[in-house]
C-alpha cells in the first residue's frame, strides 16, 4: 500500500502526533511509500522540524511530498511546509499550487509577527539547505526561500538549467570550462531583498519537483503503483479537539485570561 497523511492547516505539535502515528500504521501495514499531502500555510518551526525529521527517517520507505489545490484548500506550502517538503525524497505539485516563503517569523511584544532574529534565519537556513542536499535539491533554491540576501540566477550548464546563488556562479563556470561543458548565465530568479516562492510550473521547470499531479490517479500514475492501493490517513475527532485546544487561537486567549488574571 501508499499511505496519505494530510498535512493541512497549522503546522503544530497535534500534527506531529498525527503524522507520527500515520508513519507507525504505514511502517505496520508493509507501505511502499508515505504521500504527505501538503496544503498549508506554515506553522511551528519545531514542529516542521520534527515532522521533517520523522520523513528523513522513512528508509526504505519512500517519502513523497504532494502540494495539492483541492477546492476547499489553499494550494501552497509555505513557510513550514516548504521545509517539510524538501525533506521528502520527491516532490509533485498539483497544477497553480506554490512552494516557498520559508523565512521564520517570531512574535513580538506587541503580540504581532515580525521578522526573525538573524541566529534563528541562520538556523533553519542550515537546515534548508542539509535538507535539499540530502534529497538532491538544489541547495540555493533552499536558501532563498528562507534567507533574503540569497540572490539566485538561472544557469545553463552543458545544455540542462540549474539554479545558482550569487557566490556559486565563479566555481561553476570554472568547473564547466574544466569539464569542456558550455556555461551561460540567465536571469536572475531571486533578487536580493526578496523571499523566494515558486509556482508548480517553475518547480518543475528547474526540475526540482518530479511532476504534475492534480489527482490521486495522476500521482499514482506518476509514481507507477495502482491508485486503489492509496490509503489516506484521517484525523479522529481526539486529533482535531486536540489540534483545537492546543492551537494558536485558544492559546493566545488562555495566556491573555493568565495576564487579565
Known sequence: PVHVIPVNGDIDPALVVFVRRGIARARDAGASAVVL???TFGGRVDSALQIATLVGNLDPIDSIAWVTGGESGTGVSWSAGALISLSARR???????????????????SGTPEQAGEKEVSAVRAQMAALAEKNGYPVGLAL???????????????????????????AAERR???????????????PPGKILSLTSLEMLRYGVSSGMASSVED???????????????????????????????????????????
Not at 224 to 238: I, N, Q, Y
Request: proline share 6%; hydrophobic share 55%.
Open 176 to 190: 564547466a570550462r574544466e569539464e569542456g561543458r558550455a556555461f551561460e548565465l540567465g536571469p536572475v530568479v531571486s
Open 144 to 170: 532563498a526561500m528562507v534567507d533574503a540576501d540569497v540572490e539566485l540566477l538561472e544557469a545553463t550548464v552543458g545544455g540542462s538549467l540549474v539554479l545558482l546563488t550569487r557566490e556559486e556562479v565563479p
Open 37 to 39: 499531502d501538503i496544503d
Open 219 to 261: 500521482l499514482a500514475a506518476a509514481v507507477g503503483a495502482p491508485a486503489e492501493r492509496f490509503v489516506r490517513e484521517e484525523r479522529t475527532a481526539a486529533d482535531r479537539l486536540v489540534a483545537l485546544l492546543t492551537g494558536a487561537p485558544v492559546t493566545t486567549v488562555l495566556i491573555r485570561a493568565g495576564l487579565v488574571a
Open 91 to 109: 516532490i509533485f505539485m498539483a497544477p497553480g499550487t506554490s512552494i516557498g516563503a520559508a523565512a521564520p517569523v517570531a512574535v513580538g511584544a
